[in-house]
């Protein structure tokens, strides 16, 4: 069920913005990109029946991308009532409908009010996290799942040169340019995507301390804290767009 990088599968159409009014604006700040190859039959059975693993020249990947959320706000709250948050998410990439998009396996912010908002309203699975972040040239960046001792990612990262747009064949297209996810909910697949420019993406130096959301998550890697790809971007303003 998994398909390697199709020309049937169309790649630059999620980015288009929908023409339905957005369902809120969040803005993405200081994200760490990080991948590791995966074999495709240890991810199949922990993704739904109904997705297909997405593959780059028929490899696999599971991500953990760390950042810093601001002006999170639905599209009837005023900007002064916007959100500010930390998130840590665990993803894989999969096809449906012959759409490449993202599959979560965990989301963990240190807002609880935005933790059951998103659950509920977006049936993903969230979690409440303590999340502890230091900007600058050399960031640090501590995320643990409240109230279970799983969960842990500890880096240090340093930003570097910046990359040229990534080519739509390349692989930092098929890790980073990714606009629509895919979650079960009542039974079915539903699909929610987001808007934005591309990502300026950077060269980044990643030093990992812990690391067990891979393994939480069922994902077991040769070298959990030795990211294979890593990548940064200062950041992205986002519509967001309701599930469908």
Same mark, same amino acid.
């Given at each position: 069920?998994?398909? =390697?990088?199709? &020309? ?8 288009? !913005?929908?023409?339905?009014? /957005? *369902?809120?604006?969040?803005?993405? $700040? ?6 590791? =190859?995966? &074999? ?16 780059? /020249? ?19 709250? %005023?900007?002064?009532?916007?959100? $500010? ?5 665990? $993803?894989?990439?999969?096809?449906? #409908?012959?759409? %490449? +998009? ?5 989301? #963990?912010?240190?807002?609880?009010? *935005?933790?059951?908002? *998103? ?13 502890? !972040?230091?900007?600058?040239? #050399? ?6 799942? $409240? ?6 990612? =500890?880096?240090?990262?340093? &930003?570097?040169?910046?990359?040229? *747009?990534? #080519? ?8 980073? =340019? ?7 909910? +009542?039974? !079915?697949? !539903? ?8 990502? %300026? ?9 812990? /690391? ?11 070298? &959990? ?20």
């Amino acid at each position: 069920m998994w398909d =390697e990088l199709r &020309p049937d599968i169309d790649r630059l159409a999620p980015r288009c !913005r929908p023409s339905r009014r /957005q *369902a809120g604006w969040q803005s993405w $700040r200081d994200l760490v990109f990080l991948h590791w =190859e995966v &074999p495709a039959d240890l991810l199949r059975p922990l993704v739904p029946e109904e997705l297909a693993l997405d593959t780059w /020249q028929g490899r696999a990947f599971a991500g953990i991308v760390a950042f810093a959320m601001q002006g999170v706000r639905p599209w009837w709250w %005023p900007p002064w009532m916007a959100l $500010r948050l930390l998130e840590t998410n665990v $993803r894989t990439y999969v096809v449906y #409908d012959g759409k %490449p +998009g993202v599959y979560f396996f965990s989301l #963990d912010a240190n807002h609880l009010p *935005a933790v059951l908002g *998103a659950r509920l309203g977006w049936s993903l699975p969230y979690y409440p996290a303590r999340i502890e !972040r230091k900007k600058g040239n #050399d960031g640090e960046y501590y995320s643990v799942r $409240r109230w279970s001792s799983s969960g842990v990612l =500890e880096l240090r990262y340093q &930003p570097g040169s910046s990359l040229p *747009a990534s #080519d739509p064949d390349s692989l930092e297209f098929f890790l980073l =340019e990714r606009y629509l996810l895919f979650v079960k909910r +009542g039974g !079915r697949i !539903r699909t929610g995507q987001v808007y934005h420019t591309p990502y %300026p993406v950077q060269q980044v130096a990643v030093t990992i301390q812990q /690391q067990t959301l891979l393994q939480t998550a069922g994902i077991n890697v040769p070298t &959990p804290t030795a990211a294979q790809y890593a990548h940064f971007s200062a950041g992205v303003d986002v519509e967001v767009f309701s599930l469908v």
